[in-house]
T-cell receptor, first 115, second 115 residues
Framework: AQTVTQSQPEMSVQEAETVTLSCTYDTSESNYYLFWYKQPPSRQMILVIRQEAYKQQNATENRFSVNFQKAAKSFSLKISDSQLGDTAMYFCASLIGGSQGNLIFGKGTKLSVKP | KAGVTQTPRYLIKTRGQQVTLSCSPISGHRSVSWYQQTPGQGLQFLFEYFSETQRNKGNFPGRFSGRQFSNSRSEMNVSTLELGDSALYLC??????????????FGPGTRLTVL
């Protein structure tokens, strides 16, 4: 069974600073994908960044980047130059490649960006 | 392109009643997944439909059921409601489930309150 663990229930960061959110996962599959989703207060969940497990290179999307450590089963999200609009719940999720389409989510990290 | 829509957005029911929630995926998407989000359990997968067939089911009692129509719209039904069914129910659509780690696009959710 797949599991995803986020050990930081809440974090805060000053505007313009950098913050790293942690995520570890467990799977016996070789073909899987990892995601970070953002859920702003009372708004829809949106995809922040995606990582294919077979790719060595860490994914980046503008101010968002990941540190994917496959052997350690670690998948952290780094947010650079934090903005007030980054305030949200962040969920780490995994998905087994192939025919299944169900995401396994961590419990989430509530990030507050302070002015 | 219109996003994923869910109706109704808010619903209040009493114990023992049944409820039907609706989800319209992004045009062209054939896969629909449902998730339950609660403060205690986080985000949990309910079921996934593709081309009117349930492909995958989470660990929920038989009171939770769903279906998908030929136009890819999906409904989920919860019978004999319990207080613990109070949650945000999220629907997500993707073009093909699981393939290439296709991004799942989430709707705004239906907030169900059971009194």
């Amino acid at each position: 069974a797949q599991t995803v663990t986020q050990s930081q229930p809440e974090m805060s960061v000053q505007e313009a600073e950098t913050v790293t959110l942690s995520c570890t996962y467990d799977t016996s599959e070789s073909n899987y994908y990892l995601f970070w989703y953002k859920q702003p207060p009372s708004r829809q969940m949106i995809l922040v960044i995606r990582q294919e497990a077979y790719k060595q290179q860490n994914a980046t999307e503008n101010r968002f980047s990941v540190n994917f450590q496959k052997a350690a089963k670690s998948f952290s999200l780094k947010i650079s130059d934090s903005q007030l609009g980054d305030t949200a719940m962040y969920f780490c999720a995994s998905l087994i490649g192939g025919s299944q389409g169900n995401l396994i989510f961590g419990k989430g990290t509530k990030l507050s960006v302070k002015p | 392109k219109a996003g994923v829509t869910q109706t109704p957005r808010y619903l209040i029911k009493t114990r023992g009643q049944q409820v039907t929630l609706s989800c319209s995926p992004i045009s062209g998407h054939r896969s629909v997944s449902w998730y339950q989000q609660t403060p205690g359990q986080g985000l949990q997968f309910l079921f996934e439909y593709f081309s009117e067939t349930q492909r995958n089911k989470g660990n929920f009692p038989g009171r939770f059921s769903g279906r998908q129509f030929s136009n890819s719209r999906s409904e989920m039904n919860v019978s004999t409601l319990e207080l613990g069914d109070s949650a945000l129910y999220l629907c997500a659509s993707s073009s093909i489930p699981g393939q290439g780690g296709n991004e799942q696009f989430f709707g705004p959710g239906t907030r169900l309150t059971v009194l």
